[in-house]
């Protein structure tokens, strides 16, 4: 069984709260849900964790790729636009990720345009909200 693990950076814990009428009114556990759901239907299974500091999420990769993770899916909400350090924790773990976005961050302000991190990623889905995710991981589980 593949096991996935799903990462997310500052403010994602805010979900259903932060700006409903971007991010909408379910809450990160909800997306949590939504995630293992389908997960388990494609056979992986999920790991989570969230936080709002860049070295915790550095340290979480490097941590999930010596465990033996298979493969990430990340949405770094702030630090997307600007960590190279994640960037570069991503390289080194040499697995596959996916960069989702609940939001279309071509259509936000212009310092939102651009991810550091994708770069890293075998793709970037941005602006489907919580279904990206599921398309996420139907992109893994062709691999």
């Given at each position: 069984?593949?096991?996935?693990?799903?990462?997310?950076?500052?403010?994602?814990?805010?979900?259903?709260?932060?700006?409903?009428?971007?991010?909408?009114?379910?809450t990160?556990?909800?997306?949590?849900?939504?995630i293992?759901?389908?997960?388990?239907?494609?056979?992986?299974?999920?790991?989570?964790?969230?936080?709002?500091?860049?070295?915790?999420?550095?340290?979480?990769?490097?941590?999930?790729?010596?465990?033996?993770?298979d493969?990430?899916?990340?949405n770094?909400?702030?630090?997307?636009?600007?960590?190279?350090?994640?960037?570069?924790?991503?390289?080194?773990?040499?697995?596959p990720?996916?960069?989702?976005?609940?939001?279309?961050?071509?259509?936000?302000?212009?310092?939102?345009?651009?991810?550091?991190?994708?770069?890293?990623?075998?793709?970037?889905?941005?602006?489907?909200?919580?279904?990206?995710?599921l398309?996420?991981?139907?992109?893994?589980?062709?691999?």
């Amino acid at each position: 069984m593949k096991k996935i693990a799903i990462l997310h950076g500052p403010n994602l814990d805010r979900l259903g709260k932060r700006e409903p009428a971007v991010y909408g009114t379910a809450t990160l556990r909800d997306l949590e849900k939504l995630i293992r759901t389908e997960a388990r239907r494609l056979g992986f299974s999920t790991t989570f964790f969230q936080s709002a500091h860049e070295g915790a999420l550095v340290d979480r990769i490097h941590a999930l790729t010596d465990a033996g993770v298979d493969a990430f899916i990340v949405n770094f909400g702030a630090y997307s636009h600007t960590s190279i350090a994640l960037h570069d924790a991503l390289k080194s773990s040499a697995l596959p990720a996916v960069e989702v976005h609940i939001s279309d961050i071509k259509k936000r302000e212009k310092f939102r345009h651009h991810s550091m991190t994708a770069g890293a990623c075998i793709a970037m889905i941005s602006g489907k909200g919580f279904p990206g995710y599921l398309e996420a991981l139907q992109l893994l589980a062709k691999r």
